[in-house]
């Protein structure tokens, strides 16, 4: 309203309507537009698109295609955090938080190439420090990709010292909370120069050379592809008819069946390993999941600050564990893993493992996880060397 009240424009929001009253129940569409604005300047177009409860991913699964049939926008904000705290962070490292939003924000950059991207950081939970961790992981993230617009409403709320009147319970903010927030968006709008040309461009079209050898699967002449493990009964076949694009002419169905702990391994070895040991890469997995299966779950295992970790690529995006219901194209991440120098590149203890149904319990469904691409790149962004 207050850009709105700025340029005297009128102001029209589409709601998404999934939700209704307490319950994900309502369709799956936006609900008819609502003039909030009535302005004698252009028109201001709003498409909220989101969900109570929801993750980053949510309005990236293919059960919400309505989602993205809009126009394209002049501008995409993720504020997106609270629901996505329960990541884990071995040693410290922040990859699985990252990756919560990385992966959604690919997605949304492949939707609409370079289109202006913008992120919050929503805001601290009042009491305790619960939310630092999602905090910091969005600092990260934002320091990581160029052109990436940060507006820190966190830093608003504690520059207010988290006072007590900002908020509705523990974490969600009330009417005046919710007012600081979208003032630090405007006064953030107010700051900036007019730039016609700005762009934030697609990760997952940045070139990049791939340190993972048969990356893309083109060599199989075996059981599986070659360089890869399968870990039984886990098995693979290649299929057609699924592909992220029409520049990829099959991908890797990988079936547990029935069991949670059958996946697919990537060990990196010899001259693959040390052109990645003593360096900071970035790893990024294409995958596609089944809405009549769980979640995939993808770990990097690696030594890293002095232990060997586990880093889960995968977590918090289209759910959390043993959830189906939701499938679609999505990136599961490690970026920015410093990887220490004194790993030895001919042993087994560096490598990336992808479960196409891992849980506390067997399988009901053998609905497989589609691999398109594994990439591992240099540095702290990942790179998907996408074309089309």
Not at 75 to 98: D, K, V, W
Not at 159 to 182: F, T, V
Not at 207 to 220: C, H, K, Q, Y
Not at 340 to 354: M, Q, V
Request: aromatic fraction near 10%; include cysteine; proline fraction near 7%.
């Amino acid at each position: 309203m207050m850009l709105g009240d700025l340029h005297d424009t009128t102001v029209v929001l589409y709601r998404w309507a999934e939700w209704e009253t307490s319950a994900a129940t309502g369709p799956k569409t936006y609900a008819p537009p609502v003039t909030l604005r009535a302005g004698k300047g252009a028109t201001l177009t709003l498409y909220l698109a989101t969900l109570p409860g929801g993750m980053a991913g949510y309005m990236l699964a293919e059960q919400r295609t309505a989602a993205l049939k809009i126009p394209r926008p002049d501008l995409c904000i993720m504020h997106h955090g609270h629901n996505m705290q329960t990541f884990e962070a071995p040693g410290g490292i922040l990859s699985s938080g990252r990756s919560t939003l990385l992966g959604p924000l690919g997605m949304t950059e492949w939707q609409w190439p370079n289109a202006p991207q913008l992120i919050t950081t929503q805001n601290p939970w009042r009491d305790g420090t619960g939310y630092d961790k999602v905090y910091q992981a969005i600092l990260d993230l934002a320091r990581a990709h160029p052109n990436l617009t940060l507006v820190d409403t966190h830093a608003a709320f504690l520059a207010k010292g988290k006072d007590a009147a900002l908020y509705r319970d523990n974490i969600h903010p009330n009417e005046a909370g919710s007012q600081l927030i979208a003032r630090t968006l405007f006064d953030s709008y107010l700051g900036s120069a007019r730039d016609n040309s700005f762009q934030t461009p697609c990760w997952p079209k940045l070139p990049a050379a791939n340190l993972i050898g048969n990356g893309d699967f083109t060599d199989w002449t075996g059981s599986v592809p070659t360089g890869w493990s399968p870990v039984a009964p886990g098995s693979a076949t290649k299929i057609a008819d699924i592909i992220f694009s029409p520049f990829f002419t099959s991908s890797l169905a990988l079936y547990a069946n029935g069991s949670q702990t059958a996946g697919l391994t990537r060990y990196f070895r010899n001259a693959e390993a040390a052109a990645m040991i003593g360096k900071t890469v970035s790893f990024a997995v294409l995958y596609k999941n089944n809405e009549r299966q769980r979640l995939p779950y993808v770990t990097l295992v690696v030594k890293s600050g002095g232990a060997v970790r586990t880093i889960v690529c995968s977590a918090l995006q289209f759910g959390g564990a043993n959830v189906a219901g939701n499938s679609g194209w999505m990136w599961a991440i490690a970026n920015g893993i410093a990887i220490d120098h004194d790993i030895n590149p001919a042993g087994y203890n560096f490598y990336l493992r992808i479960f196409p149904a891992f849980g506390i319990s067997a399988p009901t469904s053998n609905e497989p996880v589609h691999i398109q691409r594994i990439i591992a790149v240099e540095g702290d962004l990942p790179k998907g060397n996408l074309i089309a």
